[in-house]
């Protein structure tokens, strides 16, 4: 599979951005796209950034922000926050790993994934509202970029917890060093557009270990990670984004 095929099929694989080329590639070849994720999540933070300008001087600032969110999820076609739920539900209904497993799998929504996708809105919205000046855009862009690279690095440090089944079960575990360093430097290529070198280190670092901690904490629960919990590390990798940035704002560092 050549580069360019690589990343035509992460596009199709990360968003629902009709692209309509067909691309022949075998289960051993698809984690060779993961490379990708950065260059596919800045473009979605490059249109999100985009709906928020739109949105700013015809809404509140809150209502532009929800806009801007709401266009992540619709690009995305809300699959990461989808696994983000579901990550909650399995891990948090008290049951055996296999039963975990299963709810995780299942296409209702129990309580503990309503609640928690619920409280993972809210705290971005309120966040991102009190992030100050333009910094708010690189805010935008930065956290879809980050967090698929999360998503790399969790499949990178991990097994499949359902023994290679799945969409995560192409990818995790089955991505090379020199992977997970070339994403890396494409994080790092388009990140450094839009702040400076130590303030992306700096978020880099941050979301690095707290993706390290939640991939092994999942781990230890189920046995390995799955699309779901990839899912989740993205959505928790875009808070701390988030997050990292308003304190960032206020301080003026």
């Not at 990708?36 to 985009?50: H, K, R």
């Amino acid at each position: 599979m050549d580069e360019i095929k690589a990343f035509i099929l992460s596009l199709q694989f990360m968003t629902r951005i009709p692209v309509n080329v067909q691309i022949d590639v075998s289960k051993n070849d698809f984690h060779r796209m993961v490379k990708y994720f950065p260059f596919v999540g800045g473009l979605i933070g490059t249109v999100v950034s985009l709906m928020f300008y739109a949105s700013k001087n015809i809404f509140p600032r809150e209502i532009a922000i929800t806009i801007a969110l709401a266009s992540s999820y619709i690009l995305t076609g809300a699959m990461h926050i989808d696994g983000f739920a579901d990550t909650f539900d399995g891990l948090f209904s008290n049951r055996s790993r296999d039963r975990m497993l299963e709810i995780m799998r299942d296409s209702r929504l129990g309580t503990n994934g309503v609640l928690a996708l619920v409280f993972l809105i809210i705290l971005k919205i309120l966040f991102l509202t009190d992030i100050n000046g333009n910094l708010i855009y690189s805010t935008l862009i930065l956290m879809p970029l980050i967090g698929r690279f999360s998503i790399i690095l969790a499949a990178y440090a991990s097994k499949s917890a359902r023994g290679g089944e799945g969409l995560g079960g192409l990818i995790i575990g089955k991505i090379s060093i020199v992977e997970l360093i070339l994403s890396l430097l494409f994080t790092s290529f388009v990140g450094m557009i839009f702040v400076h070198f130590t303030v992306l280190l700096k978020l880099l670092v941050i979301s690095s270990i707290v993706t390290y901690l939640i991939t092994k904490y999942i781990s230890m629960r189920i046995g390995g990670m799955t699309g779901d919990t990839l899912g989740a590390v993205n959505e928790f990798a875009e808070l701390v984004i988030a997050v990292s940035m308003y304190f960032l704002s206020i301080t003026k560092v």
